[in-house]
């Protein structure tokens, strides 16, 4: 069975405060920065909403393009939010839910 690995932004509320992490398990990941169980930026800030993400199948494409990522302005960050999720609705219930 292939593995995945996933970028992620998460966000305070829309247009709030911006996160951007990589993972092998977005689901299990998400859901330790939602309870707090996360010590750092994403507790201190209450950065929780999952927004974004995308899936890769190598762990070094992914972890390349979250550095890509975090090079970016914020306005391209949010450019990259709104183009799939306009609303900024919190995502994590669609992944976690089979």
Excluded: C
């Amino acid at each position: 069975m292939a593995k995945h690995y996933y970028v992620y932004i998460l966000a305070s509320g829309r247009n709030g405060t911006l996160y951007i992490g990589v993972t092998n398990d977005l689901v299990r990941r998400v859901f330790e920065h939602k309870q707090g169980t996360v010590k750092g930026f994403t507790k201190t800030y209450k950065v929780h909403d999952l927004v974004y993400f995308e899936q890769f199948d190598d762990p070094a494409r992914a972890i390349g393009r979250e550095k890509t990522m975090k090079g970016w302005t914020r306005r391209w960050k949010i450019n990259k939010i709104q183009e799939g999720n306009p609303t900024w609705r919190d995502i994590y219930e669609d992944i976690a839910t089979p």
